[in-house]
């Protein structure tokens, strides 16, 4: 055979074999190729960026702050807690600076919360256990010592002896409410008072902090005067004993920047809910988190425990969480499941 015959024998089995290996090669590199594509989307689908969590100023939502970013490290995420504004929150995060709004409460928060839902990038995670109350009251002894004859009904703050007997040295002889911090009601409590025929012989103040509060429950009672402050429940101030003053009935539209009047904003605040909510990627880009959140059904224990450990046992909120995690690690366990 000529040698030329041969080498073009040997070409075409070499360039045969070549063809098999380029496609062999080609094969193995587009393996690894989908091989980093899905690890991509697996990093995708549960990032590493932080989940920030917003820090308000009562003592059961910085405990709760602290106890789902304790959680979550332990799931193998990062973690930011960021002190935040009650109402701002919820456009935060629906705009992605903030991830996650842990206790809304219905009576004072769900109107900016439904208004972010609205616009979108906002989503409903579920509500809690406990039934909620937030308005007006007064510790149990003040009807004890029958320091306003007729309480828990609000007709009995129309006398002129109970209205001397709740008078402070910021109040101009008038009867005293204390309120929480003006971010979180504004004039509710003023519109109220209008709306009762009250707003001569009584006065709205606002407290700078939820522990002003505990303060002035505190003060109150070492004076020996009565007192009305803003407070809700679950709280720690269950087990000691507070009673709500018992309000005309609430009902849709009657406050007055919900639309009412005058002659209906003196009604009392809803028995509601306690809700969570979300930025509308978390359950894609942090899955286990948001599970966790949606499973995370706190009842009237569990909240009134993480207010307690701080307002009565002086516990740091990092402490605190770390105490409920350990007291309550069954229920913890089961959210995780």
Not at 77 to 90: D, H, I, T
Not at 130 to 142: C, F, I, K, R, S
Not at 200 to 210: C, I, L, M, N, R
Not at 233 to 252: R, S
Request: charged share 20%; glycine share 8%.
């Amino acid at each position: 055979m000529h040698q030329s015959n041969i080498d073009s024998i040997a070409l075409f089995f070499l360039g045969g074999h070549m063809s098999i290996l380029r496609n062999k090669l080609f094969g193995f590199l587009a393996s690894i190729v989908i091989a980093l594509t899905c690890l991509t989307n697996i990093a995708k689908a549960d990032s590493s960026d932080p989940i920030r969590i917003p820090v308000l100023n009562w003592s059961s939502q910085v405990v709760m702050a602290n106890v789902l970013a304790q959680v979550f490290e332990e799931q193998g995420y990062n973690v930011e807690l960021v002190p935040a504004e009650s109402a701002s929150r919820y456009e935060a995060i629906r705009t992605g600076d903030l991830h996650i709004a842990h206790e809304t409460w219905q009576s004072t928060m769900a109107k900016p919360m439904y208004e972010a839902m609205d616009k979108g990038g906002l989503i409903d995670a579920g509500s809690h256990a406990a039934p909620t109350l937030e308005d007006m009251g007064v510790p149990n002894w003040v009807i004890e010592q029958n320091l306003c004859p007729g309480l828990p009904s609000w007709e009995a703050l129309k006398s002129e002896e109970c209205q001397k007997n709740f008078a402070t040295a910021d109040s101009e002889g008038k009867g005293r409410w204390l309120e929480g911090p003006y971010e979180w009601h504004t004039d509710v409590m003023p519109n109220r008072l209008k709306g009762l025929g009250l707003d001569d012989t009584w006065t709205v103040k606002f407290a700078g902090s939820a522990d002003a509060l505990w303060a002035e429950l505190a003060a109150a009672k070492k004076e020996g005067r009565g007192t009305v402050i803003f407070n809700w429940t679950p709280n720690f101030t269950d087990a000691e004993g507070f009673t709500f003053i018992e309000f005309p009935p609430f009902f849709q539209g009657c406050r007055l920047e919900d639309g009412g009047s005058v002659d209906t904003t003196g009604c009392g605040s809803p028995v509601g809910w306690l809700k969570k909510a979300a930025h509308i990627k978390l359950p894609i880009t942090h899955t286990s988190a948001y599970k966790f959140l949606t499973k995370f059904e706190a009842n009237a224990t569990h909240i009134g425990n993480m207010a307690n450990y701080v307002d009565n046992g002086g516990m740091t909120h990092a402490d605190a969480a770390s105490q409920f995690i350990a007291d309550f690690r069954g229920d913890v366990d089961e959210w995780l499941k």
